[in-house]
């Protein structure tokens, strides 16, 4: 096999692989000798590294794989939008989202302990969109469900893969034009998508808790709880 073809040979397995191809797997599959498949993928890769070029073939994850170039992603994206209608996701919906994205595989008691409130019907409409999927179950007690982002919800935003997912700052921009509107999108918070944040949840809901109890006591004297109010009526 002459360099030409292997080097075209390479391209071609690189292009149909759904995940990075390793030298060793791109060397088994060539039948030739190692160094003579990384000397070809330097020169493949030097060629589409070319400013004329619109993808490139990056070495990820201990493999290599084919991108669409930074300099490309806005007319990928204009294009992908033109094949499919927007879609409209209010700000919860968003900010779900944006927590599965980041945090994924993730269960829903965990996306709700982030945000704070229940995310059970917005993970359904993000389903119903094929924006989410699942993921197995979690090996904890009760084995709850695990959700990742989809297929879909690549295509929608213009990206390859997961490693292109973009800063949570971005990810705003990127989803007002994906989904196609600003009705109903905010900016979505980071520390959303933060540890801390599990904490800051863990201490509103006790707080709301505490703020209850206030109020069901409200108007007896200091000391008194509800079981001896009861005790008191008893014995009138």
């Known amino acids: 096999m002459t360099n030409e073809e292997r080097k075209a040979a390479l391209e071609a397995i690189i292009y149909a692989a759904d995940e990075p191809a390793t030298v060793e797997q791109l060397t088994k599959a060539l039948g ?16 589409y ?17 084919m991108y669409t170039k930074p300099q490309q992603h806005d007319a990928v994206r204009r294009f992908i939008k033109s094949l499919r209608p927007p879609l409209r996701l209010s700000m919860p919906a968003l900010e779900t989202l944006a927590v599965i994205a980041y945090k994924q595989p993730v269960t829903a008691p965990e996306i709700s ?3 704070g409130v229940n995310t059970a019907g917005v993970i359904s409409t993000l389903l119903d969109k094929h924006l989410i999927s699942t993921a197995g ?18 295509m929608r935003f213009g990206l390859s893969d997961l490693e292109e997912l973009p800063s949570l700052k971005e990810f705003e921009a ?25 904490g800051a949840g863990k201490e509103a809901a006790g707080k709301e808790g505490q703020d209850e109890a206030v109020a069901s006591n409200e108007g007896m004297p200091e000391g008194e709880s509800e079981s001896s109010k009861k005790a008191a009526a008893a014995t009138e």
Not at 32 to 47: F, G, I, W, Y
Not at 140 to 150: A, E
Not at 190 to 196: G, P, R, V, Y
């Open 32 to 47: 030739e000798q190692k160094l003579a498949v990384e000397a070809s993928l330097d020169e493949l890769v030097a060629s």
């Open 137 to 154: 179950r979690k090996e904890v007690i009760g084995r709850p469900i695990l959700y990742k982002t989809s297929k879909e919800f690549l």
């Open 113 to 115: 302990e982030i945000r």
């Open 174 to 198: 990127l989803a007002r034009e994906a989904l196609g509107s600003d009705e109903g999108l905010v900016p979505v918070d980071e520390s959303l998508t933060n540890e801390a944040s599990i």
């Open 49 to 65: 590294a070319a400013e004329e070029r619109g993808v490139e073939v990056r070495a990820v994850a201990g493999g290599y794989k």
